[in-house]
């Protein structure tokens, strides 16, 4: 393949393209992609939740399916839009920063999303056969265990299946960013996006075998008849509760930390100043996310762990609020004295900062265990997820989308639509969980399918139905914006927001082969460095030469769909044997592609030195 | 082709599993991977220890095991963690023809490991009626050491097909770290029975 | 900057917050409003931690609006470069010893409070009730009175009742907001909390673990009463005649009806601990039918006709031969009548 062969090419031959790119860019666009879709999904669900608890004793859903849509929505926006959508931003930019080609397992990379992506649509296939999953996202046994049907089945296969993809990925970036960083850039100097990368992808790492663990207990007793959560043959359901958890938290940082470092990119460029204490904030990310696996009890204060492990988790939970401390102040510090520019991303970027200082005190709130007895698992608890996630996480993906858009597709989104889809989303968000700090204290349960009357819950229920509504609204502009982006956008330069970091050296978007030189890299924020003391443009470290790139490969396409075809074989084998055949036929299908990707050599190919050399520069 | 020259120079880097930058990926790529799969089994662990007592009036550990059996396991598991060690030491001299021997001895004694263990639970299941449905300690204990067998299948499956692929073709650049990565995957396996060894049958057996 | 209020704002902001949170939701249902030990330690620690959370948040913000209002770029200022600093010691310094002083203070109290309400040194002589789990209706069972009741608790007040819990099917949480915070309610061991109410009163109480369907009409009330009613209650529980044949016809009717459509097979009259479905002995004094609803002969016919409309996933449903409307209202009025104790809500002052 060439580079003129990489061009026009007719639809199908684009899509065929996508199915078998191990390209990190298009493997970014496939996240971003995949992910925005189950993002609207979700915030669907969320919309039908909310319209359910408008007013006391509605009956716009029913119980059971009540349960569907908050088990759905839950787990739909962590594992199927926040963490595909953060892991699109890694794709399409931690290479860029650091200067390199591609990623070290471009093949497992591809692997990664289309295991994710077949993940999701297993675990949405419920919706169509015969009821989602209803045990809520923490799916706590024996609830889950007894839930009947195949919901909580399809929850178990789904997420076995994407959480596999998610931990692929992090190791391919863990790799990329120890083995493949261009020449000069140190660790100490790698923009904190890539750092957050990296740190995330460790967590990754250590905490989803756990949920791997649990999700395999759960499958073996609903499935194959086993007892870990069966009470009577002496199982034990707090062990499900350990395991989700040990995983349950690091995911929140898995969460929050990229978002960290979208938000550290932005501020720094927008106030055209130098992160403020970047020492600080490389160990802050790294002590977060240790402590960040010391505190998964904090969940269970109430499950009767006694006062000493209360005590414990207690005191470690409220030490994080230390190094997220450091990092407000940082960032504060960064703006302060800069000169700062205030567009869409820069606006995500701004309301943060707020929004995520208060889910930040009522994490330390919640953290202290007498009081979390009356937050635990009431609205209290979910307006603090929501500021944190939210406002955390979906602001920083948002911020990100609206920042690297140019860099990504090559065109600026619209900053009048932008701003209008922020205030709206702004708004309507603190509209919606503010006021369920205080419905949580006032006696009302989380995951309540109605409200009684006469009980004071009526016009906070109410509020924080229309504030839903607003961010619905605001989240449909975004979507319009990206629509009148592709169509009607300004072509974006290569280096349209004075940017400081290495992706804003080459084209937008960049090139497959993304450097045609790999760069030397003299200090932190080098383009800044090349901008102010040198010419301008980065040094190439190495003269005009090959470039090997990886081969293409559907394999992963069809390894996935062997999965996917698998777990329907292991949720129908319960009501027939018959169904074992799709196991075997699935695992099969998953195997023979390893197989050949054993035995079949792949060395890539190389683009010649003469063909870069017509390429203009 | 450039690469088939380069993946087969004319003398062998003295580290060949790491001369290339796919190598080194590879190579530290299974380090991770291999963390993760501690977190795996701590996790199995973890249950384990939770349910070992949960017997609901089955079998007990101290009913179960014998330690003759599961003493035989762990040599022919340690022997065959030697074995691969002697194989890398091959690779490195660029012999690969004994290479490929150890790593037969290897696979081998891998087999016989997997045989006694099968041959355990139908034991336990016949003379004892222990199965996985039993109780909580049935389901926690087969889980743990059913996961540990399985990472012994997949291990052999992943050395015969490496085996057989690369027997005409002799040691190169390219196959050089698949070998090395196959081999810390073996000692991981290993170190874990030892663990499996300790916990599930020491413990065990003491009660 | 002495002006309106002068030195005193902060205290009257707090002030106003605290009439603010005060004014939060309904009485006996509120968090915000404590009438017992544990919901008070609980409010003490959200007062203590609100504030020392809002005073970084007052900083944040005012550092937050103080930077954007001075250095957003303004016009002329297009090609102006800030000076690129790397950081400043003292001030990270300052921004990280001042919040582990602020968690400290925070520390403290709550490990102090954690372990006083774990303390249950003085269980063995104090009122056990053990407390019992269902999809969807709560079990009390008061050990060694032989006495059983469900969904209604009568506590006396400004003693300390120990709770032992466990859960007949899944996980379900104990809560009762304006007394104390809750515990989960495990199948597999028994957790153990205290109640001590302040003040007599009817407080409302909710199950806080997603249990099913129904969980959002899984309520129940603990009735505090004074400790001389409360021994009468007991005793009164403890005389009741179960075979007690009603005055009313109708009600006798309903009688004999229970025990034919087989309600009688889970539902006991009198102490029977084991009974699978709620203890009914003091039906008629019970503050909700199925939870939630009023008690009315009218609700209660729904309850007993059509009870899927009523708690959607019940375990009642299906259970018994069908009842027409005329027999369910004989039911009704035989059920409506067993009031053993005059000891009711309305000696808690409601």
């Known amino acids: 393949m060439s580079i003129a062969a990489a061009q026009n090419k007719g639809f199908l031959a684009a899509v065929w393209d996508y199915l ?592 870069l050399e017509r390429e203009a520069d | 082709m450039s690469h088939d020259h380069s993946l087969n120079p004319e003398t062998m880097p003295q580290e060949p599993e790491k001369a290339t930058l796919e190598g080194k990926n590879k190579f530290l790529g299974l380090w991770f991977f291999l963390g993760g799969e501690t977190v795996l089994f701590a996790s199995l662990f973890g249950t384990y220890l939770a349910l070992r007592n949960s017997t609901a009036g089955g079998p007990a550990t101290t009913d179960l095991f014998g330690l003759e059996l599961v003493f035989v396991m762990t040599m022919l598991l340690l022997t065959s963690s030697l074995t691969s060690v002697y194989a890398m030491y091959q690779m490195k001299n660029n012999n690969f023809k004994k290479m490929q021997l150890w790593l037969g001895i290897t696979a081998l004694l891998g087999m016989a490991f997997l045989a006694c263990e099968l041959y355990e639970f139908y034991h336990y299941i016949h003379e004892y009626e222990f199965t996985f449905r039993s109780s909580a300690f049935g389901s926690a204990f087969y889980t743990l050491v059913g996961f540990h067998g399985g990472h012994v299948v997949f291990g052999l499956s992943w050395l015969i097909v490496l085996m057989v692929r690369n027997a005409k073709r002799g040691l190169n650049l390219y196959n050089a770290p698949k070998y090395y990565t196959f081999s810390l995957y073996w000692h991981f396996i290993d170190v874990v029975w030892v663990f499996i060894f300790t916990v599930v049958y020491l413990m065990g057996k003491v009660g | 900057m002495i002006g309106w209020m002068g030195k005193r704002k902060p205290l009257f902001l707090f002030g106003m917050l605290a009439l603010l949170l005060a004014g939060c939701g309904k009485e006996n249902l509120t968090a915000f409003e404590p009438k017992g030990y544990g919901a008070e330690s ?81 269980a063995q002589d104090g009122i056990n009730v053990e407390v019992t789990g269902n999809q969807y209706w709560w079990h009390f069972n008061y050990q060694g009175d032989e006495v059983q009741t469900s969904q209604d608790l009568y506590i006396p007040t400004g003693e300390r009742v120990y709770l032992n819990m466990k859960s007949s099917d899944v996980i379900h949480s104990f809560w009762v907001p304006s007394i104390s915070g809750k515990m989960d309610v495990n199948p597999e061991n028994v957790n153990t909390m205290y109640l001590e109410a302040h003040e007599e009163g009817v407080y409302w109480g909710k199950c806080a673990e997603l249990c099913g369907p129904s969980h959002s009409l899984m309520d129940f009330k603990v009735i505090a009463v004074s400790p001389e009613e409360y021994d009468q209650w007991i005793s009164d529980m403890q005389s009741v005649d179960p075979e007690a044949n009603p005055e009313d016809a109708v009600a006798q009717d309903g009688k004999a009806l229970f025990e034919e459509k087989s309600c009688v097979a889970c539902h006991a009259i009198g102490s029977s601990p084991n009974a699978t479905g709620p203890n009914l002995t003091n039906f008629g004094d019970r503050t909700k039918i199925a939870g939630y609803l009023e008690p009315t002969e009218e609700n209660l016919v729904k309850w007993i006709t059509d009870p899927e409309s009523v708690k959607p996933g019940n375990k009642m449903t299906g259970n018994y031969p069908d009842v027409s409307e005329e027999e369910a209202e004989q039911i009704a009025a035989y059920l409506l009548q067993l009031s053993p104790s005059d000891i009711t809500t309305e000696s808690a002052g409601n």
């Open chain 1, 20 to 611: 078998t790119t191990v390209d990190h860019k298009k493997i970014a666009k496939l996240y971003l992609f995949a992910g925005g879709f189950f993002f609207l999904l979700g915030g669907l669900e969320a919309l039908f939740i909310r319209i359910q608890l408008i007013s006391p004793e509605n009956d716009f859903l029913t119980a059971g399916l009540y349960n569907e849509m908050i088990t759905m929505h839950g787990t739909t926006m962590i594992f199927l839009a926040a963490m595909p959508l953060l892991l699109g931003l890694m794709n399409a930019i931690m290479p860029l920063q650091i200067g390199a080609r591609d990623v070290a397992f471009p093949f497992l990379n591809s692997l990664g999303f289309w295991l994710f992506l077949f993940g999701g649509v297993l675990l949405n296939c419920s919706w169509f056969l015969g009821g989602a999953p209803d045990a809520g996202w923490t799916s706590y046994a024996p609830l889950s265990i007894q839930s009947p049907g195949h919901g909580v089945d399809f929850y178990i296969m789904g997420l076995q299946i994407s959480g596999a993809g998610t931990l692929i990925g992090g190791i391919n970036f863990l790799v990329t960013i120890v083995t493949m960083r261009a020449p000069g850039m140190t660790y100490m100097r790698m923009p904190l996006f890539s750092w957050t990368t990296f740190v995330t992808s460790v967590l990754i790492l250590f905490a989803f075998p756990a949920l791997t663990v649990g999700l395999f207990l759960l499958m073996f007793d609903r499935m194959f008849g086993a007892a870990f959560f069966d009470v009577t043959l002496g199982g034990n359901a707090v062990i499900w509760q350990h395991l989700f958890w040990i995983f349950g938290h690091p995911e929140v940082y898995i969460l929050i930390l990229p978002a960290f470092g979208i938000f550290s990119d932005i501020i720094s460029t927008f106030s055209k100043k130098r992160l403020f204490g970047y020492t600080a904030m490389v160990f802050a990310t790294i002590l977060i996310a240790f402590l960040g696996f010391m505190v998964w009890a904090h969940h269970m204060f109430t499950v009767g762990l006694g006062p000493v492990a209360n005590a414990i988790f207690a005191i470690a939970t409220m030490a994080i609020a230390v190094p997220t401390g450091i990092k407000i102040f940082n960032w504060l510090g960064t703006m302060w004295g800069g000169s700062i520019t205030i567009n869409s991303a820069m606006l995500w970027t701004l309301a943060f900062i707020p929004s995520f200082t208060i889910g930040g005190m009522t994490g330390v709130m919640l953290a202290s265990a007498v009081a979390d007895y009356q937050y635990h698992d009431t609205y209290f608890v979910v307006a603090h997820f929501h500021y944190v996630i939210v406002g955390g996480v979906v602001f920083g993906i948002l911020a990100g989308l609206h920042y690297w858009w140019p860099k990504i597709f090559g065109k600026i989104l619209n900053e009048t639509l932008g701003k209008l889809s922020f205030w709206l989303f702004f708004i309507g968000f603190h509209l919606t969980f503010f006021i369920q700090h205080f419905l949580g204290l006032m006696g009302m349960p989380r995951r309540y399918w109605v409200f009684l009357k006469d009980q004071g819950l009526d016009t906070g229920n109410l509020v924080s139905t229309i504030g839903a509504f607003l961010m619905g609204v605001g989240g449909l502009i975004f979507v319009i914006n990206i629509i009148y982006t592709s169509v009607k956008g300004e072509k974006a330069p290569a280096d349209p927001w004075d940017g400081r970091s290495l992706e804003w050296a080459i084209p937008s978007p960049p090139p497959f082969y993304n450097f045609k030189q790999t760069p030397l890299i003299r200090g932190l924020d080098p383009l800044w460095i090349e901008k102010t003391e040198g010419k301008g443009k980065i040094t190439p470290a190495e003269p005009l030469g090959d470039i090997h790139m990886p081969d293409a490969s559907i394999l992963p396409f069809i390894m996935s769909f062997g999965f996917f075809i698998a777990g329907f074989g292991f949720i129908y084998q319960v009501d027939h044997k018959g169904w074992l055949a799709a196991i075997f036929v699935g695992m099969g299908t998953a195997l023979i592609c390893m197989l050949i990707r054993s035995l079949k050599d792949y060395h890539g190919f190389h683009i010649h030195k003469e063909e």
């Open chain 3, 42 to 122: 609980s409010m003490n620690l959200i007062i203590l931690s609100i504030i020392i959370m809002a005073f970084v948040l007052a900083i944040v913000l005012l550092v937050y609006v103080i930077t954007l209002v001075r250095f957003r770029k303004k016009k002329g200022q297009e090609n102006f470069i800030p000076k690129q600093v790397e950081g400043n010691k003292t001030l990270e310094t300052v921004w990280t010893v001042i919040p582990i002083i602020l968690v400290l203070i925070l520390a403290v109290p709550t490990v102090v409070a954690t372990f006083d309400l774990a303390d249950k040194s003085e």
